[in-house]
């Protein structure tokens, strides 16, 4: 394929451009014609919110032919001179010399245009929603993230490990999993043995993961810091603007680390990738200012200028019942907080991100460490305006006794985890991780309001298609 320049890069360098010959490809947007016989094309291709101006004689014979055919939605390559641009908002257009057409679109029933549709509407033509400005500054933003995430890391000198997509351990202890089989519903219901499994692909019962959390602390306790970064899976049923039942997941793990070491890592990660944004998708974030959230690039540059603020969960239980709010969930020692009540902490008591930590024991799953006064555990949760919880994570109990004792207690098969005992039995340390959601990330950075803008294909309840 002859090599064309892409449209991000020739805004960027345009006076390095003007008056040269460039080559671009990609989708028309619109197609406006004159009276004085010229067509003014608007052509983008991805790498950019912005379209460029191609204009078109219609005299000229290169590109006769097939004029008719350029219409809203095909694609093109063209090839022309860059010449500075008289119309407001562009500072470049393209002369066209050459154009070629490698694929047409029927404007009576191409779905996207020129007007602003519903998110909701794209989701419904998600093989061609990427063509639009929200989808594709959505997709821009997402790539520098995740981008971002190995650069956070591979800097500290941790290990980019990959955990089994499909596992035989439920890390939450929830049940919200789905399973993997290859048999059918009658003989999983008959059983045909004391082991319905028996015949089945792997002989046992297998899961889609719903966290790489537990492998990658094999890896921490021989190579020292590591994480995953991954598709995970939950079969919550549930319909929130927050949740997906297929979503990415960054956890990092790291030895010889306790709950503040890990803080601290998690409060400079959300620093990095918010402070990466700002400086890399500027243009992609005034787009979202403009038309989603107005506050956003102050709630960004605010999260990489302040300190968060630290509390424990007994403190943010009296701030909460010390408040004048209404909340639909009542606010008492052991109940998990909920996003309405994290939202409360972040945009109108601090103004800012919080992190808490020491939740209640019961609250939280068995791997994470108990505390010395036995009724709280060494957990964090971070929490930003709008979104609530965006990371969460602990220090891991590296206490064979107690381990045993903590997964007695959730009712979770000492026998079945043995491999994970057996860590605190060979050389245990301190150590300690946490999880983060890509997509909440995303949504914190883009100010979207619903959680299925901000991943390529959207998987919940009810819903799988593509």
């Known amino acids: 394929m002859e090599k064309a320049t892409r449209i991000a890069e020739l805004f960027a360098q345009s006076e390095a451009y003007v008056g040269k010959t460039a080559r671009v490809q990609g989708w028309v947007r619109t197609r406006r014609d004159s009276k004085a016989g010229i067509s003014f094309i608007e052509l983008n291709d991805g790498s950019c919110l912005k379209s460029v101006q191609i204009i078109a004689d219609h005299n000229h014979p290169e590109y006769q032919e097939i ?7 095909c694609s093109l390559q063209v090839e022309g001179t860059v010449s500075p641009s008289p119309g407001k908002g562009q500072s470049i257009e393209i002369r066209a010399n050459r154009i070629k057409l490698y694929g047409r679109s029927d404007p009576l029933t191409y779905p996207l245009q020129k007007k602003r549709h519903s998110l909701e509407f794209l989701r419904q033509i998600a093989h061609l929603r990427p063509r639009s400005n929200t989808i594709g500054a959505v997709t821009r933003i997402r790539n520098r993230l995740s981008y971002g995430v190995h650069q956070f890391f591979q800097d500290r000198g941790f290990y980019y490990i990959h955990t089994p997509i499909i596992t035989s351990s439920d890390c939450e202890g929830a049940g919200e999993v789905f399973r993997v089989t290859t048999l059918g519903p009658e003989s999983l219901l008959t059983g045909q043995s004391d082991n319905i499994f028996e015949g089945d692909f792997f002989n046992r019962p297998a899961f889609l993961t719903v966290s790489g959390q537990l492998q990658a602390e094999i890896y921490a306790l021989a190579l020292g810091k590591v994480y995953t970064f991954g598709p995970t ?16 997941m960054i956890e990092p793990e790291a030895a010889f680390c306790d709950l503040q070491d890990n803080l601290e890592l998690a409060v400079e990660f959300v620093k990095h990738l918010v402070g990466t944004i700002l400086v890399d998708c500027s243009e992609d974030l005034e787009f979202f200012a403009h038309f989603v959230e107005p506050a956003l690039l102050e709630t960004l540059q605010k999260t990489v200028d302040t300190s968060f603020e630290i509390i424990s969960y007994k403190e943010a239980v009296a701030f909460l019942k010390r408040s004048d709010e209404a909340f639909t969930f009542p606010v008492e020692w052991g109940n998990d907080l909920q996003a309405e009540h994290e ?8 103004q800012k991100p919080v992190a808490i930590i020491d939740f209640p024991r019961a609250l939280k799953p068995f791997y994470m460490r108990v505390n010395a006064d036995e009724q709280t555990v060494a957990a964090m949760d971070i929490l930003v305006p709008r979104i609530g919880e ?15 004792e903590q997964m007695q207690l959730k009712g979770i098969s000492t026998e079945e985890y043995r491999w994970y005992v057996e860590l605190r039995e060979f050389g245990s340390v301190p150590h300690a991780g946490f999880g983060c959601g890509l997509e909440r990330m995303v949504q914190f950075t883009t100010g979207l309001p619903n959680i299925r803008e901000v991943i390529p294909f959207p998987r919940t309840p009810g819903h799988a298609e593509f």
Not at 344 to 350: R, S, V, W
Not at 390 to 404: A, C
């Open 343 to 350: 939202r409360y902490l972040t945009e109108k008591l601090f």
């Open 390 to 404: 965006i990371i969460g994570g602990s220090q891991r109990e590296d206490r064979r006794d107690v381990l045993i």
């Open 233 to 248: 899976f939950r079969s919550e049923n549930s319909n929130t603007s927050r949740h997906l039942a297929e979503f990415w």
């Open 67 to 73: 004029l008719a055919d350029i219409t809203t939605g």
